[in-house]
């Protein structure tokens, strides 16, 4: 049973074991970046803006941060910043390859974190690495190889969120609960990625393409108009 538990809604909830792993070394358990997101909903948690503070070095993405600033369900007001360089980011990594992404999501999880009164935790942002698997499949589903990844439905929705159409652009992306004003989910980034690829982009204009999105709505907006150029 996880020891780790937050007050919402004048109710504990206990963050499942599935969304908490250890690291040999580490002072402080870790939660999955999709368990920050789910407490980040739950508790009704608010992101008012995610504003840059340091801009790329020279315009090629090797640092980065953001400030981050929201309430949370009581009102309490809070903010965090995340950055990214070479000096923190798994040196030939996904993550090394779009910092401003780690440090969005990094300012983010931090805010998140602070408003639920969890200073005991990490999240897994922090090590540019993903968390170990929670299980194994059965060998009844391994003999059937692999899946297609975008199979079945499993492509990215490209349905905006009801409630991300407001008048004011920070608002629109970073002020409401709906799960478009998260960051960009890992599976729309693998999507981008591939799409840039069917699209011919050089790695540069792929970089470039990837750090211009900031919210799941902005990335399914971004693959539907990726698809028809394809």
Known sequence: MSKHVVNINGQSYTIPDSDIWRKPGCDKDIITHDGVRRLMMKAGITIEK???????????????????????ADGRRSFAVGEADPSNLTPNSVAARYPTIMAFKRAVDRLVLDLLGLFDLYSDVEFAEPAPAQESPSPAKAAKGPKNPWADGDEPSSTPTPGDSGSSPDRREYGNNGKGSLPPSEKQLSYLLRLAQQNHLTQSETDQLLRTVRTRTAASQLIQRMKLAA
Do not use: K
């Open 50 to 72: 995610v504003d840059p503070i340091v801009m790329p070095i020279n315009g090629n993405g090797s640092r980065i941060a953001f400030l981050a600033a929201g309430t949370n």
